[in-house]
């Protein structure tokens, strides 16, 4: 962790065993007196109950924000959790905010502590997505999904003893959202070739090298062993720097993540349950890969040809050299202990069908070769 640790973008940024118990001293060090801790029933039960202890025993003033469920049984980044944080904190006495938990309680707390100008901690609960240093909150408003700006942790716990007792689920869909870059990665370059959208090699470089880290060592997280815990949380956490880096979501979000974004605007809309996002991520990889590949390297097209193709064919092949195939991204999911298929999420054929359609729809100033095919 020592080379990350060492940049710039946090006051502090702790991956061991025992991390949780650097929090209490970080905040009196900063004279934060005043805080609140969010948690939702899970996380409080991994590592919010012996934080608020903790935090308690310093001296330290702690309103508990439990967020609670919406309607489908999970806790959603929605306008019904933001209000019931910003409601827990109070104006001018609040001095930080903590977020003890994964993606969605981070996503909540980001925005609430940009919104108020009140900084946040980061305490991970496991290690299933790259967004815990985002500088962006994707959240459910009226049931779209939008990115909106928010603000990155001051600080980041992430203790090991917590990260390794996390459901394998979580640990999986965070190896997903990791496999999702080999598209990013390849949508990006498509996107500069094509469109002239910005390009950042460093950021690229960065998320590249994490993505290899988490292939290479599949089977040990999928083990759950210190070593693969550590690698897949430092991995999450550099893809997040690259984009805290280049400013944008382009080094880890592409089609695949445009895919799963419109199937969870769908499953709200039918009342289901979330699918965790780093398990949609990482079935669409295998399916923008399939697509892809069928596309530049046999010209099986949706639609017809796209005028990117005929120009840039022999680019587009060698840059998609590098994206394993369907086969290949659907075994190192099942390495990892997540769901491999659309069968296993849920995903029935006519969503699916829709989704390759529309989804490009999603994010319309991305230009991905998803979006070219359907436009061709």
Not at 82 to 102: H, M, Y
Not at 252 to 271: D, K, N, P, T, V
Not at 292 to 318: F, I, K, T
Request: proline share 5%; glycine share 10%.
């Amino acid at each position: 962790m020592s080379k990350i640790s060492e940049l710039p973008f946090f006051e502090s940024l702790v991956l061991e065993a025992g991390a949780l118990n650097q929090v209490a001293p970080f905040l009196v060090k900063h004279g934060s007196k005043r805080l609140v801790l969010a948690a939702d029933g899970n996380t409080y039960e991994a590592a919010g109950r012996d934080l608020e202890l903790m935090l308690r025993e310093a001296g330290l003033e702690v309103t508990l924000c439990l967020l609670e469920p919406a309607g489908t049984g999970d806790v959603v980044a929605d306008e019904a959790a933001i209000v019931q944080l910003l409601l827990a904190i109070e104006p001018g006495l609040t001095d930080a905010l903590i977020a003890a938990g994964s993606g969605t309680i981070h996503d909540i707390v980001r925005f609430a502590g940009h919104r108020s100008g009140i900084p946040f901690i980061s305490v991970p609960t496991a290690p299933s997505v790259d967004g815990f240093t985002s500088a962006g909150a994707p959240l459910i408003i009226r049931g779209i999904k939008k990115t909106v700006p928010a603000v990155p942790p001051t600080a980041i716990f992430a203790d090991l003893n917590i990260l390794m007792k996390a459901p394998q689920s979580l640990v999986a869909a965070g190896f997903g959202d990791m496999l999702g870059k080999y598209t990013s990665l390849f949508d990006w370059k498509f996107s500069r070739l094509t469109a002239g959208e910005p390009y950042n090699e460093q950021a690229a470089l960065i998320t590249e090298r994490a993505l290899n880290s988490c292939v290479k060592h599949a089977r040990e997280i999928g083990q759950r062993t210190e070593e693969g815990i550590t690698v897949l949380m430092t991995a999450l956490i550099e893809s997040g720097i690259a984009m805290l880096l280049f400013g944008q979501s382009h080094p880890a979000s592409g089609a695949e993540h445009h895919l799963s974004h419109y199937w969870e605007m769908e499953f709200l809309r039918r009342g289901h349950r979330a699918l965790l996002h780093g398990a949609k991520v990482g079935v669409a990889c295998a399916e923008i890969s399939r697509l892809y590949h069928a596309a530049a390297d046999s010209g099986m097209y949706p639609a017809g040809e796209p005028e990117a193709l005929r120009q840039h064919g022999e680019q587009v092949r060698a840059w998609l050299a590098d994206v394993p195939s369907e086969a290949e991204i659907r075994e190192l999911l099942r390495q990892a202990g997540g769901p491999s298929s659309l069968e296993e999420l849920g995903i029935d054929g006519e969503l699916f069908t829709r989704s390759l359609n529309e989804a490009h729809i999603v994010r319309m100033n991305r230009h991905t070769l998803l979006r070219a095919l359907n436009e061709a």
